[in-house]
Nanobody
Framework: QVQLVESGGGLVQAGGSLKLSCAAS????????MGWFRQAPGKERTFVAA????????TYQESVKGRFTISRDNAKNTATLQMNSLKPEDTAVYYC?????????????????WGQGTQVTVSS
């Protein structure tokens, strides 16, 4: 079992940046693939980015490629999502998730553990 806690959300103007962090505790963090998802009001939870257990493989939703960067530090049990050039359509609650396998996944149902979410609001 692993527990996840996100931080770093907030209000930012369009074009700005935010860095989300996900602190993990419990079982060996390096055993898990990590992902970030988001959910806007009235919409389904959607994939943003994911990384394999080693960090060797990353994958991104098309709309965030070149703007967002996922990373992890297994020694510190943390994962981060650096978000640059933010747009109003990026506004959502962002969730960190862990998958009990080494390979990254893009479907939220593939993930076993979830944080509580952090709100990101981008004003125009």
């Amino acid at each position: 079992q692993v527990q996840l806690v996100e931080s770093g959300g907030g209000l930012v103007q369009a074009g700005g940046s935010l860095k989300l962090s996900c602190a993990a505790s419990g079982r060996t963090f390096s055993s898990y693939a990590m992902g970030w998802f988001r959910q806007a009001p009235g919409k389904e939870r959607t994939f943003v980015a994911a990384m394999s257990w080693s960090g060797g493989t990353t994958t991104y939703q098309e709309s965030v490629k070149g703007r967002f960067t996922i990373s992890r530090d297994n020694a510190k049990n943390t994962a981060t999502l650096q978000m640059n050039s933010l747009k109003p359509e990026d506004t959502a609650v962002y969730y960190c998730a862990a998958r009990d396998t080494r390979e990254a996944g893009i479907r939220w149902k593939e993930y076993d553990y979830w944080g509580q979410g952090t709100q990101v609001t981008v004003s125009s």
